[in-house]
């Protein structure tokens, strides 16, 4: 089975897990297990799942809705205005219908990263699970700042406001489709970790991004992403957005 064909399956997966047992997904999981992308595209879209199931099951339909359905049966022939204005009743629900959708889809749909900063997240990951190494450490960023250019990997030339005024705990270094990315961990003020991630701009897809960070939720993760010259940089937190907004005023 290859990753296509498991995506096609458990597009219709259930996010309460009842589908796990089932022989029809159980070879599918097992393909996402093999396959970290295709297993955080099935996380994503189970979120996503169980984000629009939530927001159904708090729509509650009107106590009278049958009574009201059924006396409508009953009746066989409406005058003319009145069937014009049922006429105007639906379509006025059903565009309601797809506003609502639309703002459902945009709230709860799973936001998007670029491939360079899933690459960057799962480096981080596997640095805070002591599963890789640092390639240099130390207390003082401008200690690793200097050894990040030293060895010409992508390097910013001034810290975020309230980001250098923290401690260090190391740098790493690793490529994504050929080009250098480095990351520069640091300690914040109640012990949890931020991460600075840097590439060079013309690496990028997107090479309209603007100067203003762009903020995303994803999971556990909070994001900011930004462009200045010629490099873009990523700061990332396990936490929230508002967390992340201190450090970029």
Known sequence: MDNREAKFILSAYRPGGQDASDSRFSEALEQARRDPMLEQ??????????????????VEPPPDLRENILAGVKVSR??????RLRKWTIAAALILGATLGSLIWHNARPAHLA??????????SSLVRNETSF???????????????TNQAPA?????????????VGCKTFSWNGTPVSVICFVRKNG???????INARATVDRTRRQEANLVQR???ATATWREGDRVYMLALKGSRDQLRSYLL
């Open 41 to 58: 595209w099935l996380r994503d879209s189970v979120t996503f799942d169980a984000a629009i199931t939530e927001r159904l099951s708090a």
């Open 192 to 198: 949890e970790l931020i991460h600075l991630v840097t």
């Open 135 to 149: 390639d240099a450490q130390s207390g003082n960023p401008s200690e690793l700042l200097t050894w990040l250019r």
């Open 219 to 221: 999971g556990g993760w």
């Open 78 to 83: 409406v005058p003319h205005w009145k069937n």
């Open 115 to 124: 491939g360079w900063q899933n690459a960057a997240l799962e480096v981080i």
């Open 156 to 168: 910013t030339k001034k810290l975020p406001n309230d980001l250098g005024k923290l401690s260090s």
